[in-house]
T-cell receptor, first 115, second 112 residues
Framework: DADVTQTPRNRITKTGKRIMLECSQTKGHDRMYWYRQDPGLGLRLIYYSFDVKDINKGEISDGYSVSRQAQAKFSLSLESAIPNQTALYFC??????????????FGPGTRLLVL | KQEVTQIPAALSVPEGENLVLNCSFTDSAIYNLQWFRQDPGKGLTSLLLIQSSQREQTSGRLNASLDKSSGRSTLYIAASQPGDSATYLCSAGGTSYGKLTFGQGTILTVHP
């Protein structure tokens, strides 16, 4: 089984709808991240969390919110989806610390289309 | 603001060739430098992580170097194989909390 899973893998929604993307991990890592990937723009950080009580905004958090329900679960919500939020969304985890503990492990991604 | 650039954007080589992918970053005050590969329909897989105090890291046929003073990293792939075909992403880690700034990637095709 994959260490980092994301659901759903694909989602089509309409403008104005609220949707939630979910991420679960079995790596036992404290740190979790949400990124979006757009053609020509690369991956950009939306939110990150160091533990259940520590959640921080990334560089493009407007229009998004997150919830860290447990060490293993980190959800991303779009409160009112808009077309320019169409993108590939990735969740990632890391142990944190130094050296190789900083390596980030990515989920398979969620492809979101907002009509 | 950190900016990461990867050259070339795409590369096509015959099987067996040795090749170099380039990554440059504007702010030399990085915490680490990570190389990932991305396969279509899949997430990113970490290949190598170089800490700011290191000059290079090796894993099998892969070797990554880091020159902070010049703001450059290279990924060397020896004896390329068709299975190496993927998009390779370079990312600069700015601080200890793991914020990564990614380049646009190099699309590598290794043909038999």
């Amino acid at each position: 089984d994959a260490d980092v899973t994301q659901t759903p893998r694909n989602r089509i929604t309409k403008t104005g709808k609220r949707i939630m993307l979910e991420c679960s991990q079995t790596k036992g890592h404290d740190r979790m991240y949400w990124y979006r990937q757009d053609p020509g723009l690369g991956l950009r950080l939306i939110y990150y969390s160091f533990d259940v009580k520590d959640i921080n905004k990334g560089e493009i958090s407007d229009g998004y919110s997150v919830s860290r329900q447990a060490q293993a679960k980190f959800s991303l919500s779009l409160e009112s989806a808009i077309p320019n939020q169409t993108a590939l969304y990735f969740c990632a985890t890391s142990a944190g610390g130094t050296g190789d503990q900083e390596t980030q492990y990515f989920g398979p991604g969620t492809r979101l289309l907002v009509l | 603001k950190q900016e990461v650039t990867q050259i070339p954007a795409a590369l096509s080589v015959p099987e067996g060739e040795n090749l170099v992918l380039n990554c440059s970053f504007t702010d030399s005050a990085i915490y680490n430098l990570q190389w990932f590969r991305q396969d279509p329909g899949k997430g990113l897989t970490s290949l190598l992580l170089i800490q700011s105090s290191q000059r290079e890291q090796t894993s099998g046929r892969l070797n990554a170097s880091l020159d902070k003073s010049s703001g450059r990293s290279t990924l060397y792939i020896a004896a390329s194989q068709p299975g190496d075909s993927a998009t390779y992403l370079c990312s600069a880690g700015g601080t200890s909390y793991g914020k990564l700034t990614f380049g646009q990637g190099t699309i590598l095709t290794v043909h038999p």
